[in-house]
């Protein structure tokens, strides 16, 4: 039985969880850099607890497509790993990683088998930066499954986690980011979303390790 209540998170365990957010987002973008070997910054990530039904109004509607990757997490943290983002600003990543031969002319929502494996890398390789700091700075291990990408309606995606977790809790960790890209246009904003779901259980096992 979880010990903590995520509807009344006290000031201090909701600063740990923003800091653990800003620093695994922060890792990521790193990993992001070296892959797409391009330099990446990060603004300052937006950290938030959110109901599962909030989360389609962050990137606009339910109906808005988004590509997401999925990871499944195991060990001493159980649940979900999800990161998310505009399919052009995937189209751009998977463009930076091959050199341009991703860029066939495709509709911005059409991604050929190629670029597919090159989005499933990206997410691969970022979710699993930010997760291995989060183990780092906790000292728990989290084991992750291979990745699973969905390429649909926000609404859609987000079925995922709430119906494999909806009924443990209704609050997710929502941290949102704008990358800027030194080889993308200033005028395009290029946006990422992780979002963590651990089972409850866990949110007490980083909480305690933590000292919290």
């Known amino acids: 039985m979880s010990k903590i209540d995520l509807n009344e998170l006290s000031s201090m365990q909701y600063d740990v969880l923003r800091e653990l957010g800003n620093i695994g987002a922060g890792n990521a973008t790193t990993a992001l850099s070296q892959l797409v070997n ?52 995937a189209k751009k990543l998977v463009n930076q990683l091959m050199g341009g031969y991703g860029m066939d002319g495709n509709g911005e929502e059409d991604f050929n088998d190629m670029e597919k494996s090159a989005v499933m890398e990206i997410g691969n390789i970022i979710a699993g930066a930010y997760l291995r700091s989060l183990g780092d700075m906790t000292n728990l291990t989290i084991d992750v499954s291979v990745p699973l990408l969905q390429i649909d309606m926000a609404g859609a995606i987000f079925s995922v986690p ?17 990358f800027d890209d030194e080889r993308v246009d200033e005028k395009t904003d290029v946006h990422g979303y992780y979002i963590l779901v651990p089972e409850l259980e866990s949110y007490d096992k980083i909480l305690s390790s933590l000292g919290v």
Not at 162 to 178: C, N, P, Q, Y
């Open 162 to 178: 709430a119906i494999e977790f909806g009924k443990i809790g209704d609050k997710v960790l929502l941290i949102e980011t704008k």
């Open 38 to 89: 391009s330099k990446i910054d990060i603004g300052v990530p937006q950290v938030r607890l959110l109901g599962f039904d909030e989360l389609p109004s962050i990137v606009g509607s339910e109906e808005k497509v988004m590509v997401g990757i999925l990871l499944m997490l195991s060990g001493d943290i159980q649940g979900m790993m999800m990161f998310l983002m505009d399919p052009q600003v």
